[in-house]
């Protein structure tokens, strides 16, 4: 069975402190994505990678940035967490059109 | 800029009748589009895919239409089941190639016995 997994599924942070959001997947997809999830919203793409060290920036990257050292594993970095970044975020896996997502974080600054 | 649409009331309808929920986009010709169902909590998991060229695609008890002159697609769910309570949502391809998704924020269903 098909797998996405985040480090934590709570996360409770204090403004300014630097975060990392672990995304690890068992399916050898090459496309990998950040998304946040904010009620009324919807999902909204924070960064990408289509390969093992590329990256590109999606809709809302502006207080993140990103890390795809090997092919599985696609790590998401808040540089000073704010307030504004509470969210739930949500990573995801693909080789074609389907999306496979992971179990999410919800992250709290305060 | 590209724009999804879904209606953001919650759908209360009867188990056993047919829940019809909306998708419409604008400033946009997507190649496909998809529904995903998110149960709270979780993350979402995709149900259907369905082309430009595709007017319409079942699998068991959902129907998916694809109207691109409307920019519309309407997702059905037939004989509803209190288990088909989740919020859904519709997904549209993305610029720029690699599989993005640009997503609706969803419509909530709940159905009751």
């Known amino acids: 069975d098909v797998k996405v997994t985040q480090s934590s599924r709570y996360l409770v942070k204090r403004t300014g402190e630097k975060v990392f959001l672990e995304c690890v997947q068992d399916m050898d997809h090459e496309n990998m994505f950040w998304y946040r999830q904010d009620p009324g919203l919807g999902l909204r793409l924070i960064y990408f990678s289509y390969d093992v060290k590329m990256k590109e920036k999606g809709d809302i990257p502006e207080g993140y940035s990103v890390s795809r050292e090997k092919k599985e594993r696609f790590s998401l970095i808040l540089e000073s967490a704010s307030t504004n970044q509470t969210s739930m975020y949500l990573c995801?896996?693909?080789?074609?059109?389907?999306?496979?997502f992971g179990p999410g974080t919800r992250l709290t600054v305060l | 800029s590209q724009k999804i649409e879904q209606n953001s009331e919650a759908l209360n309808i009867q188990e056993g009748k047919t829940a019809t929920l909306t998708c419409n986009y604008t400033?946009?010709?997507?190649?496909?589009l998809q529904w995903y169902r998110q149960d709270p909590g979780r993350g979402p998991v995709f149900l259907l895919l369905?082309?430009?060229?595709?007017k319409e695609k079942r699998k068991e008890r959902l129907k998916v239409t694809f109207d691109t002159t409307l920019k519309q697609s309407l997702f059905h769910i037939t004989a509803s089941q209190p288990a088909d309570s989740a919020t859904y949502l519709c997904a549209l391809d993305g610029t720029g190639g690699y599989n993005k998704l640009i997503f609706g924020a969803g419509t909530r269903l709940a159905v009751h016995p």
């Open positions: 995801a896996s693909s080789r074609t059109y389907e999306q496979f």
């Open positions: 400033n946009y010709s997507p190649a496909y």
């Open positions: 369905i082309r430009e060229n595709e």
